[in-house]
């Protein structure tokens, strides 16, 4: 997922600095709305990510206990 989250924070930087270049105040306003809407977008892609990460970590975890567990009955 981490392909996602890089392409969001892409477009996001390119917004801001289309927003950056733009002359016209309309226009500048559109691409600075546009990079908010994909840094919010790419807040969540991080945060996800995280939780995604923890998940796993967790299940991991029990994974290992489990295994100690059984190692342990057999021994």
């Known amino acids: 997922m981490a392909h996602q ?3 969001l924070i892409d477009r996001m930087n390119e917004e ?3 927003a950056k270049a733009a002359t016209l105040v309309r226009v500048r306003d559109l691409h600075e709305r546009a990079a908010r809407s994909w840094e919010k977008l790419a807040n969540r892609a991080i945060a996800a990510d995280k939780l995604r990460a923890a998940e ?3 299940k991991a975890a029990m ?3 489990a ?3 059984r190692e342990a009955e057999m021994a």
Request: proline content about 0%; overall charge neutral.
């Open 63 to 65: 994974r290992a206990e």
């Open 5 to 7: 989250t890089e392409f």
């Open 56 to 58: 796993e970590e967790r």
């Open 16 to 18: 801001k600095a289309k």
């Open 67 to 69: 295994d100690t567990r």
